[in-house]
């Protein structure tokens, strides 16, 4: 199966430009995660979607972040207007529909965000 | 609040020498704990999970709820065991998933 994909691998941007990242997951999984690592952290929750529907977006840092799951397929994260503070690297994440117990996270492989 | 604590940045041992990456966490309810890997220029992917039991590539990982704990080991030591480690934790029936600041592992040949 092809896995979880995200363009670009890399962004470099100005402070005050506007970048949109996109996450295409597994096929099938209801679940889409995003997750930010900066440097030298640990790999921070951002939001998650169930199909459309966001379930939990409390980790967005604030309200420069705008994610959206159109069609419960592929999802953006925006950054507008981009602060310094938002370089890292942002992970998408899918997983099958919860049962019992957590199904394991299949992770892309990520977008370096440079914002100078 | 949930909570993951990886204490090593950097473990460095030597090929055949036992390894244990340290997880601690903290969480109200019954968690559900992972370990995942990122090797050089991959993505980061599951490695082994409580609920399993089971051993991956030489790895066991026991939660100890007493403790608190779910310490990654592994015996032997391989120089392709060289990676990224992150503890993880689960929790809601949404699984909304907690990592730790991740432990570099450095196998030296």
């Known amino acids: 199966e092809a896995g979880v994909t995200q363009f670009p691998s890399h962004s470099v941007i100005e402070k005050g430009q506007t970048v949109t990242l996109r996450c295409d997951p597994i096929?099938?999984?209801?679940?889409l995660y995003w997750y930010r690592r900066v440097m030298g952290k640990e790999i921070k929750f951002l939001l998650h979607?169930?199909?459309?529907?966001?379930?939990?977006e409390s980790g967005m840092p604030n309200n420069r972040f705008l994610a959206e799951r159109t069609g419960g397929t592929y999802s953006t994260l925006k950054v507008q207007p981009a602060e310094l503070e938002d370089s890292g690297v942002y992970f998408c994440a899918s997983s099958h529909k919860t049962g019992v117990h957590n199904s394991p996270l299949h992770f892309g492989n990520g977008t370096r965000l440079t914002v100078t | 609040a949930q909570r993951v604590t990886q204490p090593e940045k950097l473990l460095s041992v030597f090929k055949g020498a036992p390894v244990e990456l340290k997880c601690n966490y903290s969480y109200s309810g019954s968690p559900e704990l992972f370990w995942y890997v990122q090797y050089s220029r991959q993505r980061l992917q599951l490695l082994l999970r409580?609920?399993s039991r089971e051993s991956i590539k030489g790895f066991t990982a026991d939660l100890n709820k007493g403790e608190t704990s779910f310490h990654l080991k592994k015996p032997f030591a391989q120089e392709e065991d060289s990676a990224m480690y992150y503890c993880?934790?689960?929790?809601?029936?949404?699984?909304?998933?907690?990592f730790g600041t991740g432990t570099k592992l450095q196998v030296i040949p």
């Open positions: 993880a934790l689960a929790s809601g029936g949404y699984q909304k998933v907690t």
């Open positions: 096929s099938g999984h209801d679940n």
């Open positions: 979607f169930v199909k459309e529907s966001k379930q939990d």
């Open positions: 409580h609920i």
